[in-house]
């Protein structure tokens, strides 16, 4: 057969086939750490189209390319192109981000499908500190607090509403105040816990047992000293926490210390980049805790704070099984690549 079709996948195709199921995208990132840890897998460096310097990204934005091939029996490849312009909640009332992924069959290396990859994106981004979580935060967490009430705090909550049985309060802080005022009523509703609005970043770090921070801010806007004992931290934006927040930590743990250096965008990198903190300062990527090569959370009184930079195999091991959710649901659009390929 010489025809080459593509499934093309909408968001409301996307959500159709499981693209909310925070349950299914934090099993999904378990098992790409492991495939991380046993190298199985391909990564190149995030291509950053900007228009500026590395600070212009949380100001004019980006074009992120991120392509990557997870191995093990998913074995798929792909890239998802994602643009990123921090006024659009602002100035427009759309989204920060917005993705595109596609995916590639591992022989032919044809492509096979598009989709949006906003929501995937998103939910990864939780999903990832959902399975640092399981490994890190304390059990008996109750309280959260969270500054940045956009997209990525929804999800950041959806994981840790998973894998915290006990969390029952967060607090949360915006630089815009209405947009936190918004984001409570939303989440409180959406995921049955109760969620307020605080006025600083230090009332919402005070006192919690779990802190996320997913802003666009400038500067650091956590820190050392509103950080308690037994506390999990995990950092998802840029340059959002002072060095003493690293520094304090027990445990710094990391999606892939590598890619966080080469990205250079967050407190860890720009640290490392001053001579401020070493390789051996950083206790273990998640996959090596996942798989048992070094311990999680050791005791109720560890503040463990977690980094990551997110990566394409994130990405794709989520895209790759609402595609073959699709083609079991016989969900999506087919187009045609070709008929009959003109040259071969
Ligand atoms: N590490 C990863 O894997 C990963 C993945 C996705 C997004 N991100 C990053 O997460 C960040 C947030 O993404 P989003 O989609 O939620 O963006 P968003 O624009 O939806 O929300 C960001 C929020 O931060 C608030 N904010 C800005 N400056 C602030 C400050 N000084 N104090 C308090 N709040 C402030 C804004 O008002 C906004 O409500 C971005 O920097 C993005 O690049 C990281």
């Not at 409301?12 to 991380?36: P, Q, R, T, W, Y």
């Not at 312009?85 to 044809?110: C, V, W």
């Not at 967060?170 to 816990?193: C, G, H, N, P």
């Not at 080469?262 to 090596?288: V, W, Y």
């Amino acid at each position: 057969m010489q025809r080459q079709d593509i499934l093309y996948l909408n968001q409301k195709d996307v959500i159709n086939c499981g693209g909310l199921n925070m349950a299914h995208v934090i099993s999904d990132l378990e098992k790409v750490f492991e495939l991380h840890n046993k190298k199985d897998y391909v990564l190149p460096p995030k291509v950053a189209l900007r228009w500026g310097d590395m600070h212009s990204e949380e100001t004019i934005g980006r074009i992120n390319a991120m392509p990557g091939y997870v191995g093990g029996e998913v074995d798929i490849a792909g890239i998802k192109w994602i643009g990123s312009a921090p006024q659009n909640p602002h100035k427009y009332g759309l989204p920060r981000a917005s993705a595109l992924i596609i995916l590639n069959d591992s022989e032919k290396h044809f492509p096979i499908a598009v989709m949006d990859g906003t929501i995937i994106s998103a939910m990864r981004t939780g999903g990832v500190t959902g399975v640092a979580a399981k490994y890190l935060a304390r059990k008996d967490s109750t309280v959260a607090g969270i500054i940045g009430a956009g997209t990525q705090n929804r999800t950041q909550l959806m994981a840790l509403k998973e894998i915290l049985p006990k969390l029952s309060t967060v607090k949360v802080y915006d630089i815009m105040k209405e947009r936190s005022i918004t984001f409570s009523k939303e989440v409180s509703q959406a995921l049955q816990l109760e969620v307020v609005p605080v006025s600083s970043g230090q009332k919402a770090i005070e006192g919690s047992d779990v802190i996320v921070t997913a802003t666009t801010a400038k500067e650091p806007v956590v820190k050392a000293e509103w950080i308690g004992e037994g506390c999990f931290y995990s950092h998802i934006g840029g340059y959002e926490a002072e060095f003493a927040v690293v520094e304090k930590a027990d445990k710094i743990v990391v999606d892939d210390w590598y890619q966080i250096k080469h990205r250079g965008t967050q407190t860890t990198a720009m640290m490392f980049e001053e001579g401020k903190l070493n390789d051996s300062d950083i206790f273990a990527e998640i996959g090596e805790i996942i798989t048992g090569k070094a311990h999680g959370r050791e005791n109720n009184k560890e503040f463990i704070y977690f980094n990551a930079i997110g990566l394409a195999l994130d990405d794709i091991i989520v895209a790759n099984r609402i595609y073959n959710n699709a083609l079991e649901k016989g969900i999506g659009t087919t187009l045609e690549l070709w008929e009959k390929p003109i040259w071969s």
